[in-house]
């Protein structure tokens, strides 16, 4: 074991200082030390983007990024859109379209998608699609899904 | 994940000092998306990452319609395509940069890690190839520059020496009158590794009736990416016309020695590499035209 390394961040808007050995990604900091499990580990590879965060403005694949690198770092997890009382517009526009089965992809698209409209408010179906294709969902087909952030723009 | 110790070094020296002390302990870490799966899934070990994402020659990204295009090997994807300037004077390279994987990890995604990486399939290395891209290495014993296409040696092994790491890429200025362009084909939309990927740049007389010159890279059709030197060369003083597009197709179609795997056989690689080739001269010849 090599020895843990002080790490700080914002995380949600809130100053989170965290400690953890450089092998640790990025999603296992927010999942197993700091009870942030909306990030989910599908492939762990990069492929399936279910553990998407927001990093510095950016879209990342957190299970490809080592907390270490989190260091300095603005990060936005599915816990810091909207909340049970309060929906964001994605997550109510996913409810009403019934674009989510089983769940598990959800925080992922959630995230993916509200990155897409902080950049382009209104995207075309076409770039919906493109900027969906590292999210895989084995439930529902897309369809729904990709309605549902159309549905959500300008809302958003 | 094995343990490992992390540095960020601030400058190239300290980072070849780093890199130099461990030899082939140490691995540079610009993106992760390809290293850290490959230590997660111990196909790699490293006792020392090396991340380069804090010294500033390795983020720089400027072009200049004198000296070219630097692009610093730690700039993401997203960085690249999202200068409208660099998009417009090199759609080549664009075409790559944006199919490298979905939006999170062109979001981390480096061209400079997509050629350390240095999969046959990498996608933006025939584009850099065609583009006489020079790959700026730091070491030990100073600087040097290599042409891209002499960096991959075999599949996932380059040119580095122990100590060595690459700093930035450097492309020319297009020169009047050309256009390149890139494309793979996969069975899917998109999300997917080539099946065969060809990169082409063309330089036009200035009726756009001849070709002045040409460089043609494959991928995924040899144990590196492959520039075939001679089918560009056998464009050059044509005319722009099928028969002279078909020749240098036939001589892509030649030089790829492809293997046979789970995305295609050695057969229909080869006949991809000779439709693939065709459309995308063509493709550049358009973009030459424009």
Redo the contacts between chains.
């Keep these: 074991?090599?020895?843990k390394?002080h790490v700080q961040t914002t995380i949600n808007g809130e100053a989170v200082d965290f400690l953890c050995?450089?092998?640790?990604?990025l999603l296992e900091v927010l999942r197993d030390d700091l009870d942030l499990t909306g990030a989910k580990e599908g492939c762990?590879?990069?492929?399936c983007?279910a553990c998407?965060v927001i990093?510095d403005g950016?879209?990342?694949?957190s299970?490809?990024?080592?907390g270490?690198?989190a260091d300095g770092c603005e990060i936005t997890t599915i816990e810091g859109i909207g909340s049970a009382a309060n929906l964001h517009p994605l997550q109510q526009k996913f409810l009403e379209h019934a674009a989510l089965q089983c769940g598990i992809c959800t925080p992922g698209f959630i995230v993916?998608a509200k990155?897409?409209l902080d950049e382009n408010p209104n995207p075309t179906e076409d770039e919906v699609r493109?900027?969906?294709?590292?999210?895989l969902c084995r439930c529902t087909g897309y369809d729904k899904i990709v309605r549902a952030v159309l549905d959500a723009r300008n809302g958003a | 994940m094995h343990a490992f110790d992390y540095a960020t070094p601030e400058s190239v020296a300290d980072a070849v000092v780093m890199l130099s002390d461990h030899g082939k302990n140490a691995c540079v870490l610009a993106g992760g998306t390809d290293l850290i799966v490959q230590l997660r899934e111990h196909r790699r070990r490293t006792d020392l990452v090396v991340d380069v994402k804090k010294i500033a020659e390795l983020n720089a990204l400027s072009c200049d319609a004198s000296t070219g295009l630097t692009i610093g090997a730690a700039v993401p994807c997203y960085r690249i395509y999202g200068d409208a300037e660099i998009a417009a004077a090199y759609p080549g390279l664009m075409d790559a940069a944006r199919l490298v994987g979905g939006t999170g990890i062109q979001g981390r995604a480096s061209l400079g890690g997509n050629l350390c990486n240095a999969s046959p399939a990498g996608d933006t290395i025939p584009p850099m190839i065609v583009l006489s891209g020079q790959a700026e290495i730091a070491g030990p014993n100073g600087t040097r520059k290599v042409a891209v296409e002499d960096f991959c040696t075999a599949p996932g092994r380059t040119l580095l020496g122990d100590g060595e790491f690459l700093v930035s890429l450097h492309f020319p200025a297009p020169a009047p009158n050309s256009g390149a362009f890139y494309r793979r084909f996969i069975p899917r939309n998109e999300m997917d590794i080539a099946v065969v990927g060809v990169g082409a740049s063309v330089v036009l007389s200035e009726d756009k009736s001849t070709f002045v010159s040409a460089r043609i890279a494959v991928g995924a059709v040899a144990p590196t990416p492959l520039f075939v030197r001679e089918a560009g060369d056998a464009l050059a003083g044509q005319p722009v016309s099928d028969e002279s597009i078909r020749r240098a197709a036939d001589l892509a179609r030649e030089a790829a020695r492809p293997i046979s795997d789970m995305r295609g056989t050695a057969e229909y690689r080869k006949h991809l590499t000779s439709v693939l080739t065709r459309r995308v001269v063509e493709g550049a010849v358009q973009r030459a035209k424009e």
């Design positions: 074991m090599s020895k390394v050995e450089p092998r640790n990604s762990n590879n990069g492929n983007g998407n990093m950016r879209l990342v694949n299970c490809c990024v080592l270490v690198e993916s990155a897409l493109y900027w969906l294709a590292g999210n």
